[in-house]
């Protein structure tokens, strides 16, 4: 019997604050929870600006514990009441100076599964991420929720092909991207590589990217937030590069086996002959 599952995505502009922006997202929960949804991912960062666009200690502020920080614990309650899995891309403090870029699983009873920390971090100029996040030293945990086997990528994450197989192999059926990501710098990426990360690896793929200019510079974040299948196929129409937008899509889950059966890329791997690529 096919397993459907109703999976949403939500890309937004900043607000101006942190409470309002929490607020919005909280809005998008109970909108996506009302249309079906059984999970549902946000932005990179989502509660804040892009900050990384400068550097500047101020912005520390926004870190906090995971998963004993109110905005977590706030998001519990909320997939509580909607029997939601929520993924929750946040700055963590693991103790003061020591802050990582995290996405926080939490499945639809609320309970705390675990977390991905971002293990690629760009320094580029507008991304000048290892001013703020130290690499990420997770590994590439895949999280048993009520809707299936989870995984997590985080933004600059999917340029590296190593991490999309190493959830592949942990049993990943759907993975989630949440990102920040610009015109000019990735835009001929983001509906590639993502799509031939879900080919290549044979699972869904959920990609999320905010939207609009914010104060803190130039950098014009697009949206365009999709699923794609793991033939490469967007599942309905790839969202606004422009405007706020809820992302529900059903994913056959049946595709996966249909898809893996037909190719046996995990079969006809040969990982005796890539010591190479784990060479410094």
Not at 59 to 86: M, N, S, T, W
Not at 243 to 271: G, K, N, S
Request: net charge negative.
């Amino acid at each position: 019997m096919s397993r459907v599952i109703r999976a949403a995505l939500f890309q937004t502009a900043w607000t101006g604050d942190k409470e309002s922006m929490i607020q919005v997202h909280e809005q998008a929960v109970r909108d996506a929870a009302a249309q079906g949804a059984q999970v549902m991912c946000f932005q990179e960062l989502f509660y804040g600006p892009y900050f990384c666009q400068v550097q500047d200690p101020e912005f520390y502020a926004y870190a906090e514990r995971v998963p004993d920080g109110p905005i977590v614990e706030r998001f519990q309650r909320l997939a509580r009441q909607h029997g939601i899995v929520l993924v929750l891309p946040l700055y963590e403090e693991e103790q003061p100076g020591v802050l990582y870029n995290t996405a926080a699983v939490i499945d639809a009873d609320g309970s705390y599964l675990g977390k991905y920390r971002k293990t690629h971090i760009p320094q580029v100029r507008g991304f000048w991420e290892k001013f703020y996040f130290r690499p990420g030293n997770s590994g590439w945990p895949v999280f048993d929720t009520a809707v299936g086997k989870v995984g997590v990528y985080i933004c600059y994450d999917r340029h590296f092909p190593e991490g999309w197989r190493a959830l592949g192999l942990e049993g990943a059926e759907i993975v989630f991207n949440p990102s920040a990501t610009s015109r000019g710098l990735s835009g001929y990426l983001w509906q590639l590589e993502q799509p031939a990360a879900a080919v290549a690896n044979e699972y869904f793929v959920g990609a999320i990217n905010r939207v609009g200019v914010e104060e803190l510079g130039d950098n014009d974040f697009y949206g365009t937030s999709y699923f794609v299948d793991p033939e490469a196929r967007f599942v309905g129409e790839v969202a606004s590069d422009k405007e706020t937008e809820l992302v529900v899509r059903d994913l056959d889950m049946a595709r996966l086996r249909e898809v893996r059966d037909r190719w046996q890329f995990y079969r006809d791997r040969a990982p005796g002959a890539y010591s190479p690529l784990t060479a410094p």
